[in-house]
Protein backbone atom coordinates (compact mmCIF):
# COMPACT_ATOMS: atom_id res chain seq x y z
CA UNK A 1 0.00 0.00 0.00
CA UNK A 2 1.02 3.11 -0.45
CA UNK A 3 1.56 6.08 1.98
CA UNK A 4 0.10 9.32 1.38
CA UNK A 5 2.94 11.89 1.88
CA UNK A 6 3.83 15.54 1.02
CA UNK A 7 6.40 17.08 -2.00
CA UNK A 8 7.64 20.23 -1.93
CA UNK A 9 8.74 21.11 -5.11
CA UNK A 10 11.12 24.42 -5.91
CA UNK A 11 11.31 26.76 -8.79
CA UNK A 12 14.98 25.53 -9.03
CA UNK A 13 16.09 24.15 -12.62
CA UNK A 14 12.37 25.07 -14.77
CA UNK A 15 14.43 26.08 -17.58
CA UNK A 16 16.32 22.70 -17.80
CA UNK A 17 12.96 21.34 -18.53
CA UNK A 18 12.88 23.01 -22.17
CA UNK A 19 11.40 21.01 -24.39
CA UNK A 20 8.59 18.93 -22.31
CA UNK A 21 5.20 20.33 -20.88
CA UNK A 22 6.02 22.94 -19.23
CA UNK A 23 6.06 22.83 -15.10
CA UNK A 24 3.48 24.12 -12.93
CA UNK A 25 4.95 26.45 -10.96
CA UNK A 26 4.49 25.02 -7.50
CA UNK A 27 6.89 27.17 -5.93
CA UNK A 28 7.15 26.16 -2.22
CA UNK A 29 3.75 25.11 -2.07
CA UNK A 30 3.49 21.44 -0.65
CA UNK A 31 1.67 18.92 -2.70
CA UNK A 32 0.61 15.38 -1.81
CA UNK A 33 1.37 12.35 -4.13
CA UNK A 34 -1.59 9.92 -3.81
CA UNK A 35 -0.37 6.94 -5.74
CA UNK A 36 3.08 6.37 -7.30
CA UNK A 37 4.71 3.50 -8.31
CA UNK A 38 8.46 2.93 -7.57
CA UNK A 39 11.24 0.90 -9.19
CA UNK A 40 12.59 -0.79 -6.31
CA UNK A 41 9.62 -0.34 -3.36
CA UNK A 42 12.01 1.71 -1.16
CA UNK A 43 9.87 3.30 1.41
CA UNK A 44 9.97 7.08 1.07
CA UNK A 45 10.57 10.20 3.38
CA UNK A 46 7.94 11.72 4.79
CA UNK A 47 8.92 15.14 2.53
CA UNK A 48 9.95 14.80 -0.20
CA UNK A 49 12.17 17.58 -2.08
CA UNK A 50 12.49 18.11 -6.09
CA UNK A 51 15.23 19.58 -7.58
CA UNK A 52 16.80 20.25 -11.25
CA UNK A 53 17.34 17.07 -13.63
CA UNK A 54 20.30 16.24 -15.52
CA UNK A 55 20.24 17.16 -18.80
CA UNK A 56 21.47 13.54 -19.24
CA UNK A 57 18.67 11.91 -17.31
CA UNK A 58 16.64 14.20 -19.48
CA UNK A 59 17.73 13.03 -22.74
CA UNK A 60 17.24 9.62 -21.92
CA UNK A 61 13.75 10.28 -21.38
CA UNK A 62 13.29 12.25 -24.67
CA UNK A 63 15.27 9.31 -26.25
CA UNK A 64 13.09 6.56 -24.34
CA UNK A 65 10.23 8.50 -25.50
CA UNK A 66 11.42 8.47 -29.21
CA UNK A 67 11.89 4.78 -28.98
CA UNK A 68 8.50 4.26 -28.08
CA UNK A 69 6.77 6.44 -30.36
CA UNK A 70 5.30 9.06 -28.30
CA UNK A 71 5.49 12.74 -27.32
CA UNK A 72 8.16 13.08 -24.61
CA UNK A 73 5.23 14.62 -22.41
CA UNK A 74 7.36 13.33 -18.66
CA UNK A 75 8.10 15.95 -16.07
CA UNK A 76 11.21 14.20 -14.58
CA UNK A 77 12.83 15.68 -11.76
CA UNK A 78 15.71 15.02 -9.23
CA UNK A 79 14.34 14.03 -5.67
CA UNK A 80 15.44 12.60 -2.28
CA UNK A 81 13.24 9.57 -2.77
CA UNK A 82 15.70 6.75 -2.44
CA UNK A 83 15.26 5.13 -6.05
CA UNK A 84 12.60 5.96 -8.61
CA UNK A 85 9.34 6.70 -9.22
CA UNK A 86 6.19 7.47 -11.60
CA UNK A 87 3.11 9.46 -10.63
CA UNK A 88 0.80 11.62 -12.05
CA UNK A 89 0.04 15.66 -9.87
CA UNK A 90 -3.01 16.94 -11.91
CA UNK A 91 -2.55 15.60 -15.20
CA UNK A 92 1.00 15.71 -15.35
CA UNK A 93 2.93 12.21 -15.70
CA UNK A 94 6.08 13.25 -13.27
CA UNK A 95 9.22 10.73 -12.98
CA UNK A 96 11.60 11.44 -10.03
CA UNK A 97 14.93 10.04 -9.40
CA UNK A 98 17.52 9.94 -6.82
CA UNK A 99 20.41 11.10 -8.32
CA UNK A 100 22.78 9.14 -5.90
CA UNK A 101 21.32 6.11 -6.01
CA UNK A 102 21.54 6.01 -10.39
CA UNK A 103 24.73 6.92 -9.28
CA UNK A 104 25.14 3.75 -7.11
CA UNK A 105 23.57 1.55 -9.71
CA UNK A 106 25.39 2.28 -12.69
CA UNK A 107 29.04 1.85 -10.68
CA UNK A 108 27.80 -1.55 -9.19
CA UNK A 109 26.54 -2.28 -12.56
CA UNK A 110 29.45 -1.10 -14.59
CA UNK A 111 27.18 0.33 -17.38
CA UNK A 112 25.03 3.54 -17.51
CA UNK A 113 22.52 1.46 -19.46
CA UNK A 114 21.39 0.61 -15.58
CA UNK A 115 19.97 4.12 -14.87
CA UNK A 116 18.88 4.06 -18.40
CA UNK A 117 16.58 0.97 -17.77
CA UNK A 118 15.36 2.17 -14.46
CA UNK A 119 13.88 5.34 -16.14
CA UNK A 120 12.09 3.66 -19.11
CA UNK A 121 10.76 1.27 -15.89
CA UNK A 122 9.07 4.51 -14.64
CA UNK A 123 7.55 5.47 -17.97
CA UNK A 124 6.69 1.77 -18.30
CA UNK A 125 4.65 2.07 -15.51
CA UNK A 126 3.09 5.73 -17.18
CA UNK A 127 2.30 4.30 -20.37
CA UNK A 128 0.30 1.40 -18.84
CA UNK A 129 -1.54 3.69 -16.85
CA UNK A 130 -0.36 1.92 -13.58
CA UNK A 131 -0.23 5.50 -12.30
CA UNK A 132 -3.87 6.24 -13.01
CA UNK A 133 -4.70 3.09 -10.55
CA UNK A 134 -4.92 3.16 -6.80
CA UNK A 135 -2.79 1.40 -4.16
CA UNK A 136 0.64 1.97 -5.92
CA UNK A 137 3.48 -0.59 -6.86
CA UNK A 138 1.44 -4.35 -7.26
CA UNK A 139 3.70 -7.27 -8.35
CA UNK A 140 2.21 -7.93 -11.62
CA UNK A 141 2.72 -4.00 -12.66
CA UNK A 142 5.73 -4.00 -11.87
CA UNK A 143 6.52 -7.13 -14.22
CA UNK A 144 5.22 -5.13 -17.08
CA UNK A 145 7.10 -1.82 -16.40
CA UNK A 146 10.06 -4.58 -16.42
CA UNK A 147 9.10 -5.86 -19.38
CA UNK A 148 8.39 -2.50 -21.03
CA UNK A 149 12.07 -1.55 -20.01
CA UNK A 150 13.64 -5.15 -21.57
CA UNK A 151 11.75 -4.07 -24.71
CA UNK A 152 12.55 -0.79 -24.94
CA UNK A 153 16.39 -1.49 -24.58
CA UNK A 154 16.40 -3.80 -27.21
CA UNK A 155 14.69 -0.76 -29.81
CA UNK A 156 18.02 1.13 -27.99
CA UNK A 157 20.15 -1.40 -28.92
CA UNK A 158 21.44 -2.54 -25.54
CA UNK A 159 22.62 -5.59 -25.24
CA UNK A 160 20.22 -8.51 -22.78
CA UNK A 161 23.49 -8.06 -20.35
CA UNK A 162 22.84 -4.01 -20.34
CA UNK A 163 19.24 -4.53 -20.27
CA UNK A 164 19.39 -6.10 -17.25
CA UNK A 165 22.17 -4.77 -15.07
CA UNK A 166 20.29 -2.87 -12.96
CA UNK A 167 17.77 -5.81 -11.79
CA UNK A 168 20.43 -8.27 -11.46
CA UNK A 169 22.39 -5.82 -9.22
CA UNK A 170 19.65 -5.36 -6.96
CA UNK A 171 19.40 -9.00 -6.05
CA UNK A 172 15.87 -7.91 -3.91
CA UNK A 173 13.97 -11.09 -2.69
CA UNK A 174 10.85 -9.63 -3.10
CA UNK A 175 8.04 -7.50 -0.76
CA UNK A 176 4.13 -7.53 -1.15
CA UNK A 177 4.54 -4.61 -3.83
CA UNK A 178 7.68 -5.65 -5.95
CA UNK A 179 8.46 -9.55 -7.24
CA UNK A 180 11.58 -11.08 -6.41
CA UNK A 181 14.70 -9.90 -8.64
CA UNK A 182 14.69 -13.20 -10.41
CA UNK A 183 11.42 -13.38 -11.79
CA UNK A 184 11.82 -9.38 -12.35
CA UNK A 185 15.22 -10.48 -14.24
CA UNK A 186 12.69 -13.18 -16.57
CA UNK A 187 10.74 -10.51 -17.21
CA UNK A 188 13.15 -7.88 -18.27
CA UNK A 189 14.71 -10.78 -20.80
CA UNK A 190 11.25 -11.26 -21.99
CA UNK A 191 10.50 -7.79 -23.12
CA UNK A 192 13.91 -7.78 -24.63
CA UNK A 193 13.61 -11.08 -26.64
CA UNK A 194 9.97 -9.40 -27.79
CA UNK A 195 11.71 -6.46 -29.25
CA UNK A 196 14.40 -8.49 -31.04
CA UNK A 197 12.10 -11.47 -32.61
CA UNK A 198 10.20 -8.36 -33.94
CA UNK A 199 13.59 -7.12 -35.57
CA UNK A 200 14.34 -10.59 -36.29
CA UNK A 201 10.34 -11.21 -37.92
CA UNK A 202 10.85 -8.42 -39.95
CA UNK A 203 13.79 -9.30 -41.14
CA UNK A 204 12.44 -13.02 -41.71
CA UNK A 205 9.18 -11.54 -43.39
CA UNK A 206 11.31 -9.64 -45.60
CA UNK A 207 13.62 -12.11 -46.70
CA UNK A 208 11.03 -14.62 -47.48
CA UNK A 209 8.02 -12.77 -49.02
CA UNK A 210 9.25 -14.01 -51.90
CA UNK A 211 8.88 -17.72 -51.29
CA UNK A 212 5.86 -19.48 -52.25
CA UNK A 213 6.14 -22.31 -49.58
CA UNK A 214 7.98 -20.67 -46.67
CA UNK A 215 6.02 -21.25 -43.20
CA UNK A 216 4.08 -18.44 -41.82
CA UNK A 217 5.58 -16.89 -38.15
CA UNK A 218 2.97 -18.46 -36.18
CA UNK A 219 4.43 -22.08 -37.99
CA UNK A 220 7.70 -21.08 -37.08
CA UNK A 221 7.17 -20.15 -33.78
CA UNK A 222 5.41 -23.07 -32.19
CA UNK A 223 7.07 -25.90 -34.25
CA UNK A 224 8.42 -28.17 -31.64
CA UNK A 225 12.30 -28.11 -30.82
CA UNK A 226 15.06 -30.56 -31.35
CA UNK A 227 16.11 -31.59 -27.61
CA UNK A 228 18.89 -33.22 -29.31
CA UNK A 229 20.39 -30.25 -29.77
CA UNK A 230 23.51 -29.20 -28.24
CA UNK A 231 23.46 -25.62 -26.34
CA UNK A 232 22.26 -22.22 -26.13
CA UNK A 233 23.52 -20.53 -29.21
CA UNK A 234 25.01 -17.99 -28.97
CA UNK A 235 23.92 -14.53 -30.54
CA UNK A 236 25.20 -11.51 -31.43
CA UNK A 237 23.48 -9.41 -28.73
CA UNK A 238 24.10 -12.29 -26.39
CA UNK A 239 27.54 -13.61 -26.88
CA UNK A 240 27.93 -15.77 -23.55
CA UNK A 241 24.84 -17.19 -22.98
CA UNK A 242 24.22 -17.92 -18.59
CA UNK A 243 22.09 -19.26 -16.62
CA UNK A 244 19.78 -16.68 -15.49
CA UNK A 245 17.44 -18.83 -12.94
CA UNK A 246 16.59 -22.72 -12.02
CA UNK A 247 13.43 -23.97 -13.53
CA UNK A 248 12.14 -26.74 -10.98
CA UNK A 249 9.60 -28.81 -12.25
CA UNK A 250 8.00 -30.89 -9.50
CA UNK A 251 8.17 -35.00 -9.21
CA UNK A 252 11.06 -34.57 -11.81
CA UNK A 253 14.95 -35.45 -10.78
CA UNK A 254 16.20 -33.73 -14.00
CA UNK A 255 17.40 -30.43 -13.19
CA UNK A 256 16.37 -27.83 -15.81
CA UNK A 257 18.13 -24.00 -16.31
CA UNK A 258 17.30 -20.92 -18.18
CA UNK A 259 19.47 -19.21 -20.19
CA UNK A 260 20.02 -15.63 -20.69
CA UNK A 261 19.44 -15.89 -24.70
CA UNK A 262 16.03 -17.24 -23.54
CA UNK A 263 16.50 -21.39 -23.53
CA UNK A 264 15.50 -23.72 -21.58
CA UNK A 265 18.62 -26.03 -20.61
CA UNK A 266 18.16 -29.71 -18.97
CA UNK A 267 20.89 -31.85 -17.11
CA UNK A 268 19.75 -35.29 -16.86
CA UNK A 269 21.03 -38.46 -15.07
CA UNK A 270 22.18 -39.90 -18.59
CA UNK A 271 23.32 -36.49 -19.37
CA UNK A 272 24.91 -34.14 -17.07
CA UNK A 273 26.25 -31.60 -20.10
CA UNK A 274 23.84 -29.07 -20.44
CA UNK A 275 21.53 -29.97 -23.55
CA UNK A 276 18.62 -27.68 -24.92
CA UNK A 277 15.16 -28.56 -23.79
CA UNK A 278 12.65 -26.05 -24.44
CA UNK A 279 13.02 -22.24 -25.07
CA UNK A 280 10.94 -19.19 -23.70
CA UNK A 281 8.09 -17.76 -25.46
CA UNK A 282 6.31 -14.11 -24.88
CA UNK A 283 2.36 -14.54 -24.10
CA UNK A 284 -0.39 -12.88 -25.50
CA UNK A 285 -2.73 -14.10 -22.45
CA UNK A 286 -2.16 -11.30 -19.50
CA UNK A 287 -2.44 -14.25 -16.14
CA UNK A 288 0.58 -15.23 -18.03
CA UNK A 289 4.57 -13.83 -17.54
CA UNK A 290 5.81 -15.88 -20.30
CA UNK A 291 5.52 -19.28 -21.27
CA UNK A 292 7.95 -22.67 -21.72
CA UNK A 293 7.80 -23.99 -24.77
CA UNK A 294 9.20 -28.16 -24.97
CA UNK A 295 8.96 -31.05 -26.55
CA UNK A 296 5.90 -32.16 -23.83
CA UNK A 297 3.92 -29.10 -24.71
CA UNK A 298 3.47 -25.40 -23.88
CA UNK A 299 3.58 -24.21 -20.20
CA UNK A 300 2.26 -21.09 -18.95
CA UNK A 301 4.75 -18.94 -16.23
CA UNK A 302 2.26 -17.03 -13.91
CA UNK A 303 3.29 -13.80 -12.66
CA UNK A 304 4.98 -15.26 -9.51
CA UNK A 305 7.42 -17.40 -11.15
CA UNK A 306 4.64 -20.64 -10.94
CA UNK A 307 4.81 -23.11 -14.28
CA UNK A 308 1.26 -24.20 -14.68
CA UNK A 309 -0.06 -27.45 -15.70
CA UNK A 310 -3.64 -28.15 -16.98
CA UNK A 311 -5.39 -31.11 -16.25
CA UNK A 312 -6.54 -33.34 -19.29
CA UNK A 313 -9.31 -34.66 -17.55
CA UNK A 314 -11.15 -31.75 -16.02
CA UNK A 315 -9.04 -28.83 -17.46
CA UNK A 316 -8.37 -27.78 -14.04
CA UNK A 317 -5.14 -25.90 -13.84
CA UNK A 318 -2.26 -27.15 -10.79
CA UNK A 319 1.36 -26.24 -9.77
CA UNK A 320 3.92 -27.90 -12.17
CA UNK A 321 6.80 -26.12 -10.82
CA UNK A 322 8.41 -22.65 -10.43
CA UNK A 323 10.97 -20.51 -11.61
CA UNK A 324 13.50 -19.44 -9.18
CA UNK A 325 16.68 -16.79 -9.10
CA UNK A 326 20.15 -18.23 -9.04
ZN1 LIG B 1 8.05 -0.12 -10.64
Known sequence: ???????????????????????KVHGQKKIEIENYCTFGGAKLEEEVWTFTSDDEAV?????????????PNFQIRAANVGNALA????????????????????????????????LAHEIGHHLQGHTLRHGGSRPNQELEADKFSGFILARM???????????????????????????????????????EDLKEEITTAKKESDKPDSPTLQERVTEPINPTQPLAQPTAQDPTPNIVAQVVIYND???????????IMAVTFFNQKPMMYGRQLPSNDARWAWMIQTPRGLYPVDLQGIIVGMNTQNGQLFRLGHVSSM
Open 87 to 118: TIQGEERIILYDQGFMRDMDAKSGTDWASVSI
Open 1 to 23: MFTRMKIASTLVGIVALVGFAPL
Open 253 to 263: NNRYFLTSNGL
Open 157 to 195: NATLDQAKAAMQTMKSPGSSTHPPSGARVAAIINGWRSA
Open 59 to 71: NWIKKIAKYSGLE
